[in-house]
């Protein structure tokens, strides 16, 4: 595990979200691999697409239901 400080610490962190995001269905955008994607729908069976940035150790949930996005993150 990194120890918060050392210059490995933000790389660890950043490859444990990945890990997460992806066991998730999150896919990491081509343009900015802190931004992830996935295709979700709502319960009117709507597509659309939840959004994760990721912004040094700060996230952005953008869903039709984020707070539930970031309880899973969160586990």
């Known amino acids: 595990k990194a120890v918060y400080g050392l210059q490995t610490a933000g790389s660890s962190w ?3 979200l990945a890990k997460t995001l992806t066991e998730m ?3 990491p955008s081509r343009a900015d691999q ?3 994607l ?3 729908t709502d319960r ?3 597509l659309y697409h939840e959004w994760i940035i990721c912004y040094v150790d700060d996230l952005l949930a953008i869903s ?3 707070k539930a996005v970031m309880d899973q993150v969160a586990k």
Do not use: A, L
Request: proline share 6%; hydrophobic share 15%; glycine share 12%.
């Open 14 to 16: 950043h490859e444990t």
């Open 25 to 27: 269905g999150f896919k």
């Open 34 to 36: 802190d931004v992830w």
């Open 38 to 40: 996935k295709e979700s």
């Open 44 to 46: 009117q069976g709507n």
């Open 64 to 66: 039709c239901d984020p």
